[in-house]
């Protein structure tokens, strides 16, 4: 009875601990119960890495693209998970490979969700400007990238090495309205959000992806602050 207490295991490789804040685990080895935005996902083999592989679906372009975790309400906490991002096949070969993670996620007439992402291909070109653009932080749908580039230059998007199409593992801290992304396993986050742009906040976590976007995803640990 105290073994079933502790750990409960759901279809999706879903792992509760009971005395460890709820933590929630998943593979991402299977598309049972996710829901998906406008996008396909299947299971697959990426770098000798067993993942979920997710692409747009049909002729979406330019859209919401996302994987919705299920029975998860998240307000404060962390959030991990291993990741890859390239230029699907058939897509200009310029588009970045954006990948991240949005959390908070509410649904009213749009997706309204706080968002970091990765813009692979950025991290090592041959253009220190471009370079300063590797990695996001957005608010959809009132503070896309180029309103916050526009008005606060800078401030929401920064430079950190990456390569399209490699593993990469980020972590996110959410607490009030901070956040930080780490990247790498860093010590340091590499960008810093003091003032998320929805406030405090509750709603679901979901894969990112732009339309354009080959994405792959492994190993999501979500850790809740206090089970909140």
């Known amino acids: 009875m105290k073994a079933a207490a502790a750990v409960l295991l759901l279809t999706i490789s879903f792992v509760y601990p009971a005395y460890n804040q709820n933590i929630i685990k998943l593979k991402l080895d299977s598309a049972e119960d996710l829901e998906l935005i406008k996008v396909k996902a299947e299971p697959a083999v990426h770098a000798d890495k067993a993942c979920l592989r997710v692409t747009k679906s049909a002729d979406h372009k330019n859209e919401e693209t996302l994987v919705i975790i299920p029975k998860v309400e998240f307000t404060d906490g962390t959030i991990e998970v291993e990741l890859s991002g390239e230029a699907a096949p058939g897509e200009n070969p310029n588009m970045r490979g954006f990948v991240g993670i ?104 979901a894969l990112w992806l732009h339309s354009s976007t080959l994405a792959h995803f492994r190993n999501l640990t979500i850790t809740p602050k206090n089970g909140k």
């Open 102 to 205: 949005a959390f908070r996620l509410q649904q009213n007439e749009h997706y309204n969700y706080e968002c970091f992402y990765l813009r692979p291909s950025n991290g090592r070109a041959d253009n220190q400007v471009r370079r300063n653009h590797s990695v996001q932080y957005i608010s959809h749908p009132e503070y896309p990238w180029h309103r916050l580039r526009k008005e606060e230059p800078k401030k929401y998007e920064t430079y950190v090495d990456l390569q399209p199409g490699v593993w990469t593992k980020i972590k996110i801290e959410v607490s009030g309205e901070k956040a930080k992304l780490y990247v790498h396993d860093a010590d340091q986050p590499v960008l810093i959000v003091n003032d998320l742009k929805k406030g405090v906040s509750k709603g679901k976590i």
